[in-house]
């Protein structure tokens, strides 16, 4: 089994900027299918660019209708069915994935809604297939309908939190795992409406006790900040094992003692095309202006 990262950027300055990149992460051998989460921007390319094999995967799951969480959902599900050729593979996610909801969604077609099992998760809702069981969890955020999710496959729990800020009751919904996965957009203390910072997460890695946790879905200032030190002081405070997600981090889980887990760089096959931070200087002025960042912000939302 191995968790890879596709991105572990997020947020909408992070994902326009592309600063980090938005493809989500997979789940690859887990009951022996491969998944794949939170498609966003960039998340086919980053496939190809850190060798996973995006016509690879049995089902696509989509947390919430923002974009850097759906954006390359549609082609995804392409490459799920081969073009649309072929009857493959189950679609996840939030009501506003596949309906109109207020003023989110629908996130994807109905003609790519046609060739795939569809799954609408809400919280605490339960779904079992022969290869895996996954149950919904609750999120506080932009989308009234976003989920997180709990997955199992003979008794090897994964969770993710997904875009939530934190709630008392949040832990709850995770307990049990043997790994954690969370959206810390924020460094510190420093949450905001709808979000985790590294604070937040110390409080879910705590009561939830995970054998591994992983950060990802980073914001400009989590960046700035630097994820692996705000996972350090997680590993620190909590005694788990934590990582700061990286693209193309790849963690094989030792699954008898998931704190073992070996973290992987993988090969970035683009390397010699086009460097990432040629692509923030393209969007970005290079020199930020500091009055602007100083400004109490939500730059990262
Ligand atoms: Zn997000
Ligand atoms: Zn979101």
């Known amino acids: 089994m ?20 938005t493809g989500g992460f997979r789940i690859d051998d887990f009951g022996g299918k491969n998944y794949q989460v939170d498609p966003g921007p960039g998340a086919l390319v980053r496939s190809y660019q850190f060798g996973v094999n995006p016509t690879k995967i049995d089902g ?26 072929k009857n493959n593979g189950i679609i996840m996610g939030s009501q506003s994935v596949f309906e109109k909801v ?26 079992r297939f022969p290869s895996f069981t996954i149950k919904g969890t609750e999120t506080r955020h932009g989308d009234p309908t976003g989920v997180g999710f709990q997955i199992e496959n003979n008794g090897f729990k994964i969770s993710y939190t997904a875009d939530t800020e934190y709630f008392d009751e949040l832990p709850k919904y995770h307990k049990n795992a043997d790994i954690l996965i969370g959206s810390v957009l924020r460094p510190g203390p420093r949450s905001i409406r709808g ?3 590294t604070d937040n997460f110390i409080d879910i890695v705590e009561q939830v006790k995970p054998s591994l946790a992983i950060m990802t879905h980073f914001g400009f200032k989590m960046i700035a900040a630097n994820p692996v030190e705000e996972a350090i002081r997680v590993s620190k405070k909590t005694g788990v094992r934590t ?28 390397a010699n095309r086009i460097k990432q931070e040629d692509v923030y200087s393209l969007n970005f002025e290079s020199k930020p202006n500091k009055k602007r960042n100083n400004k109490k912000n939500n730059y990262d939302n």
């Open 2 to 21: 191995k968790i890879i990262f596709l991105g572990s950027g997020g947020g909408r300055f992070a994902t326009i900027s592309q600063k980090r990149m």
């Open 60 to 85: 696509v799951f989509i947390s919430h209708s923002h974009t850097d969480h759906y954006n390359d959902a549609e082609i995804l599900i392409e490459a799920m069915t081969r073009g649309m050729t």
């Open 102 to 127: 207020q003023r989110w969604g629908p996130a994807i077609s109905s003609y790519h809604k046609s060739n795939s099992k569809n799954l609408i998760l809400t919280p605490n809702k339960i779904a």
């Open 195 to 197: 979000h985790m910072c």
């Open 243 to 270: 990582l700061a997600a990286f693209d193309g981090m790849k963690v094989d889980i030792n699954e008898k003692y998931p704190e073992r887990s070996k973290m992987i760089r993988l090969k970035d096959r683009f």
